[in-house]
């Protein structure tokens, strides 16, 4: 599946940090009951590449890394059972380590540098990051203006009550959530109510 398709699976990502205390299993099946099978493990916690392994393998679930910074990271992801990479950042090194690896692959940028420098290697799907916090969707939108065959996933200070707006963005093809799985989490069923909520965020 190529990171395009990812994109366009759902109109949002949960962006997770997961900690002991939840069920990888049970999470993953909370958000692809609510429509949200897209899922972002970040590599901020000791337990991520266990719970991307456990998600992998839930029915229907499309498990993720994010906040890939090498290519050290990148192999333990893949040995884990992610299916695509989510890098706060751009780097060469990277970027052609994903490309040899064929795994759909979306870094982050937030200048006209980055994107310049992700088309000369190829890539055209990005991660807009931090989104609000480098302006917000008027930035996006200025960024966005000279690459017409660019497309973006926001994230970072993306809420509920502001999501739709992004969406709303014909440059935005997803957004990255982290309101989905609130830090702690224990109620699936809250998770799969939001889960449902965010999807109903798609413009029609």
Not at 23 to 46: F, H, M, N, S, W
């Amino acid at each position: 599946m190529t990171i395009d398709e990812i994109m366009r699976l759902a109109p949002v990502i949960p962006v997770l940090v997961v900690e002991d205390q939840i069920d990888p299993v049970a999470l993953a099946e909370a958000l692809v009951e609510g429509g949200l099978p897209v899922i972002e493990v970040t590599l901020r916690t000791p337990t991520a590449l266990d719970a991307i392994r456990a998600m992998a393998r839930v029915p229907g679930a499309v498990v993720g890394a994010g906040t890939v910074r090498d290519e050290a990271q990148l192999a333990r992801a893949l040995d884990a059972g992610a299916q695509f990479i989510v890098s706060p950042g751009l780097t060469n090194p990277l970027a052609l380590a994903a490309r040899d690896t064929e795994v759909a692959f979306l870094p982050g940028i937030a200048t006209a540098s980055d994107l310049l420098r992700g088309l000369d290697l190829g890539i055209t799907r990005f991660k807009f990051f931090p989104a609000e916090a480098m302006g917000g969707l008027a930035t996006l939108k200025a960024l966005a203006a000279p690459f017409p065959e660019v497309r973006f996933c926001p994230t970072g200070g993306i809420r509920a009550d502001s999501a739709a707006q992004w969406l709303a963005c014909p440059s935005v093809l997803c957004v990255g959530g982290s309101w989905i799985v609130l830090p702690g989490e224990r109620d699936m069923a809250a998770v799969t109510t939001r889960a449902r909520d965010a999807v109903a965020l798609r413009p029609v």
